[in-house]
C-alpha cells in the first residue's frame, strides 16, 4: 500500500539503472538524476527542506532574527535547486530529433547556471540582511522558539544527509554521499543560529547578525563551488580520473598497442567517451574489430557512469597520424 503510494506521487523506489559515477559537481550532482534511486533520494531531500523551512519562516517572522532567516534562505535554496534540474532531467529525456540529433542534455548545464543563480541571489539577500542588521541594530526576540527553529534546522538537514549517504551507498555513487555529507554541514550552520541566540540571551545582541553573516559566508562558499562545476562542464571539462580509467581499461584488453587519444565530455548526465588505440598492422580488419568490441565493453566496465563509447583503432605504425578507423 504505502510503496502503492509512493508510486502514485512519482517518489516510488526503483533499485535499477546504476549510471552514477564517483566524482562531485557542486551542490547537486547532475548524473545522480540518471537513476530512479538518485530521483528519489532528490524528491525526498526537496520535501524534508521545505518543510524545514517553512517551519523556520515562522520563528523568522517571530523572532526577527537574521541568522535564521539566512539559514532559512540557505535551506529554501538548497531545496529549490531541484526544481531546474529536475525539469532539466525531464527534457534530457526526450529523444534526439534532427534538429537536436544529440538530444537536450545540454539543458542540465541550463539548469546547472539557474542553480547558481538562485543560491547566489539568497547569498545577497541574507548577506544585505545580515549587514544592515549590524549597522542598525535589532532587537531579537522569543530566544526559545529561535533555539528550537535552530535545532529544527538542523534535524532537517541530518535527515537529507542521512538519506542521501545511505542512497549514494546503496547505488555506489560519490556524489550522491558527498552532497549528503554537505547536507550535514548545512545542519552546523543550522546549530550556529542556536549559538548566535545564546550569545544574544547573554547579552549580546550583534551576535545573531554576525552569525547571518558567517552563514552567508558559507552560501558564497556553495556558489563558488558550483559555478566553477557549471563552467567545468559547459566548457567540457571532466575529471582526469575519467581519461585514467579509459586508459586503464585499454591495459585490460590485449592487442592494444597503446592508447593514442582519449577525449571525454558530458551532455547532461550522460558520459561520452572518443578513444584512439593503436593495434598491430598485421592485425586484420575483423580482428581489430573484435579489439575495439572489447574495450567498450572493458570502458562501460570500469567508467558506470558511460553512456556512449566511440573507439577509433590506428595501426601501429601510422601513430603519428590523425586519421583511423572507427569502430563502434
Do not use: C
Amino acid at each position: 500500500m504505502w510503496n502503492k503510494a509512493l508510486d502514485w506521487f512519482g517518489f516510488a523506489t526503483h533499485d535499477h539503472d546504476h549510471d552514477d559515477h564517483g566524482h562531485t559537481h557542486g551542490v547537486i550532482d547532475a548524473t545522480i538524476v540518471g537513476t530512479d534511486r538518485g530521483i528519489w533520494a532528490i524528491k525526498w531531500s526537496f520535501v524534508i527542506l521545505i518543510v524545514t523551512g517553512l517551519l523556520q519562516v515562522a520563528v523568522v517572522v517571530l523572532s526577527g532574527s537574521v541568522a535564521l532567516l539566512a539559514d532559512t534562505i540557505h535551506n529554501f535554496a538548497d531545496a529549490t535547486t531541484a526544481i531546474p534540474l529536475w525539469i532539466a532531467f525531464v527534457l534530457a529525456r526526450r529523444k534526439p530529433s534532427r534538429k537536436f540529433p544529440y538530444g537536450l542534455g545540454r539543458a542540465e548545464d541550463l539548469a546547472g547556471i539557474m542553480i547558481v543563480l538562485i543560491i547566489l541571489f539568497s547569498a545577497l539577500v541574507a548577506g544585505y540582511e545580515a549587514v544592515t542588521r549590524l549597522i542598525q541594530p535589532h532587537t531579537v526576540t522569543n530566544l526559545g522558539w529561535l533555539t528550537a527553529a535552530g535545532i529544527i534546522g538542523f534535524i532537517g538537514n541530518e535527515m537529507v544527509a542521512v538519506l542521501r549517504i545511505r542512497v549514494g551507498r546503496q547505488m555506489n555513487s560519490a556524489a550522491l554521499i558527498a552532497d549528503g555529507y554537505h547536507a550535514r554541514t548545512d545542519g552546523l550552520t543550522s546549530l550556529a543560529v542556536v549559538a548566535g541566540a545564546v550569545g544574544v540571551r547573554l547579552g549580546f545582541p550583534l551576535a545573531d547578525p554576525i552569525v547571518g553573516l558567517l552563514i552567508t559566508i558559507a552560501i558564497f562558499g556553495i556558489v563558488w563551488q558550483s559555478a566553477r562545476s557549471v563552467l567545468t562542464r559547459m566548457l567540457d571539462g571532466v575529471e582526469p580520473e575519467i581519461l585514467d580509467e579509459v586508459e586503464h581499461a585499454a591495459e585490460h584488453v590485449a592487442g592494444i598497442d597503446g592508447v593514442l587519444e582519449a577525449k571525454a565530455r558530458w551532455l547532461g548526465h550522460k558520459l561520452h567517451v572518443d578513444v584512439a588505440i593503436s593495434v598491430d598492422q598485421s592485425v586484420l580488419l575483423a580482428k581489430a574489430n573484435a579489439i575495439a568490441h572489447e574495450l567498450e565493453t572493458e570502458l562501460f566496465h570500469h567508467i558506470p557512469a558511460l553512456s556512449v563509447a566511440t573507439v577509433r583503432f590506428t595501426p601501429a605504425r601510422q601513430k603519428g597520424a590523425g586519421q583511423g578507423t572507427e569502430a563502434q
